[in-house]
């Protein structure tokens, strides 16, 4: 089955820096899916990856897809504490089924 | 507004009863699947049920059942409930293929 390891576990980040969140699949990825959680609700989409090589941006968060590493990244730009919260990188096994692996998530704290 | 309804938000369960949580999907969206989310992980893949049919199932055991209904809602079953039952249930619909799913804010077990 295919697995999903994100880093770091947890980050804190002086608010207005820069940070990444790195998620590694076990297995090809068809389909990357990133969601952002508050503690106990729920996920909230970001964005979605196909093809290899390809990047997205929504607004200060843009994600990568590394199709040959089986990677993928997720860059804040000049965070905010409205960035805070759980990130969750999911994964499809074969492309469109939509059953997702996710991984254990990135807790991200902002300080002033 | 995320546009799927769980219901309850929270329930407190004594081991050994019986479960159902709903789902009130958006208009259309004729694919739902249900996440186990335990503490401090990552969304578990329970099923997936596509035009009231199941179309795929994660490791889960039998006790764990479900329905989709023609007005695209939709039910989790738990029977016999264990203490490990305990957390944070999540529906998700989408229209299909590639789409990306619209979570709902979850429903939290926990059985004592």
């Known amino acids: 089955s295919q697995e999903l390891e994100q880093s770091p576990q947890s980050l804190i980040v002086q608010e207005g820096k820069n940070l990444t969140i790195n998620c590694t699949s076990s297995k090809t990825l068809y389909g990357l899916y990133w969601y952002k959680q508050k503690y106990g609700e729920g996920l909230i989409f970001l964005m979605m990856?196909?093809?290899?090589?390809e990047e997205k941006s929504h607004e200060k968060i843009t994600a990568k897809l590394d199709e040959k590493k089986q990677q993928s990244s997720l860059h804040i730009t000049a965070s905010q504490p409205s960035h805070a919260g759980i990130y969750l990188c999911?994964?499809?096994?074969?492309?469109?089924?939509?059953?997702?692996?996710f991984g254990t998530g990135t807790r991200l704290t902002i300080i002033p | 507004e995320t546009g799927v309804t769980q219901s309850p938000t929270h329930l407190i369960k004594t081991r050994g009863q019986q479960v159902t949580l709903r789902c009130s999907s958006q208009?259309?969206?004729?694919?739902v699947s249900w996440y186990q989310q335990a503490l401090g992980q990552g969304p578990q893949f329970i099923f997936q049920?596509?035009?009231?049919?199941?179309?795929g199932r994660g490791n889960f055991p039998p006790r764990f059942s479900g329905l989709q209904f023609p007005n695209y809602s939709s039910e989790l079953n738990v029977n016999a409930l264990e203490l490990d039952d305990s957390a944070l249930y999540l529906c998700a619909s989408s229209w299909g293929t590639a789409y990306g799913y619209t979570f709902g804010s979850g429903t939290r077990l926990t059985v004592v």
């Open positions: 999911g994964a499809d096994s074969n492309f469109g089924n939509e059953k997702l692996t």
């Open positions: 049920y596509y035009r009231e049919e199941e179309n």
């Open positions: 208009s259309g969206h004729n694919t």
């Open positions: 990856l196909q093809k290899g090589g």
